[in-house]
């Protein structure tokens, strides 16, 4: 395997898409260690950094899960360059979130392992992370080679680890499950999309009926959520949709993401048609 160093291009140039994807990697990082150091995570400082570094594990992830989408929609080849660098991030937050919760019980770990097989949610989150982790062990080229056809078949449990991220993330939201619900809406535009026969995954007419779809998706997801754990009407939430006055719900959100990378992708194919020539565009 050739190595092309975090910045570069299968080719070995330089790729700015890599060194942006690097630089936020970092700078969450760095950001997190900042707010530690000038004491400025609360009261308890550890369990807010246990739950920003499980909050970045599960971005990163579904980041990595949109690449592809993002290239078919926005044709962007390029963007593909940086999903390994998405899934190993991933990963590194995830385990950074494990060691944060080891040190939070005092590095007890008996205690750590008995928590993990006796808490639901903790066994799921251990499960998330030993998928990420082993995904991210076999990103490389090598393995790739090694694994053939069954490389592809290993890394099509992202998206049983994303739906696993996701539960984790919500139950240990409690009370507000707002930005997990958001969350869920964008994952499950990225699997309405995935859905699609790959000859419509290119074009831009479903676009809305996926937005739409995936708006009503977590639109139901936080209304079952609240009736199951709260016990809350579920008209009751859902009608908190249409009220605006304490902000966008987050199917509202989902529906304004939505919008706008129909915009983007509607945007991008106008461009493209442009720069073509006239017997071309007809053409195409």
């Known amino acids: 395997m050739r190595v092309t160093g975090l910045v570069r291009d299968p080719a070995g140039r330089f790729s700015w898409l890599k060194s942006v994807v690097l630089l936020v990697a970092l700078s969450n990082a760095g950001a997190l260690l900042l707010s530690w150091w000038m004491h400025a995570l609360g009261p308890r400082p550890i369990?807010?950094?246990?739950?920003?570094?499980?909050?970045?594990?599960?971005?990163?992830?579904?980041?990595?899960?949109?690449?592809?989408?993002?290239?078919?929609?926005?044709?962007?080849?390029?963007?593909v360059v940086v999903r390994r660098m998405l899934g190993v991030t991933a990963a590194c937050y995830a385990t950074a979130h494990l060691v944060l919760y080891a040190l939070d019980q005092k590095w007890n770990l008996v205690k750590v392992a008995s928590e993990i097989v006796l808490r639901f949610y903790l066994t799921i989150g251990f499960v998330t992370l030993l998928g990420l982790l082993a995904l991210a062990i076999t990103s490389t080229d090598g393995w790739q080679k090694r694994l053939g056809v069954r490389w592809k078949q290993l890394h099509r449990i992202a998206?049983?680890?994303?739906?696993?991220?996701?539960?984790?993330?919500?139950?240990?939201?409690?009370?507000?499950?707002?930005?997990?619900?958001?969350l869920a809406g964008l994952f499950a535009f990225l699997m309405l999309w995935r859905a699609l026969k790959r000859r419509h995954q290119q074009k831009l007419w479903?676009?809305?009926?996926?937005?739409?779809?995936?708006?009503?998706?977590?639109?139901?997801?936080?209304?079952?959520?609240?009736?199951?754990?709260?016990?809350?009407?579920?008209?009751?939430?859902?009608?908190?949709?249409?009220?605006?006055?304490?902000?966008?719900?987050?199917?509202?959100?989902?529906?304004?993401?939505?919008?706008?990378?129909?915009?983007?992708?509607?945007?991008?194919?106008?461009?493209?048609?442009?720069?073509?020539?006239?017997g071309a565009v007809r053409r195409a």
């Open 47 to 79: 369990t807010e950094a246990i739950h920003d570094t499980g909050l970045l594990a599960v971005r990163f992830l579904l980041l990595s899960l949109a690449v592809t989408p993002a290239r078919a929609l926005l044709d962007w080849p390029r963007v």
């Open 159 to 182: 998206y049983g680890l994303g739906v696993l991220a996701l539960l984790h993330y919500a139950i240990q939201s409690k009370a507000d499950v707002t930005d997990a619900v958001f």
């Open 206 to 278: 479903p676009l809305p009926l996926l937005v739409l779809g995936a708006g009503l998706l977590a639109a139901a997801i936080e209304a079952g959520w609240y009736a199951v754990r709260n016990h809350v009407d579920p008209r009751l939430v859902l009608d908190t949709n249409f009220d605006l006055s304490m902000g966008p719900r987050p199917a509202v959100a989902v529906l304004l993401a939505g919008a706008l990378l129909v915009a983007v992708a509607a945007l991008r194919r106008w461009r493209g048609r442009r720069r073509l020539p006239r």
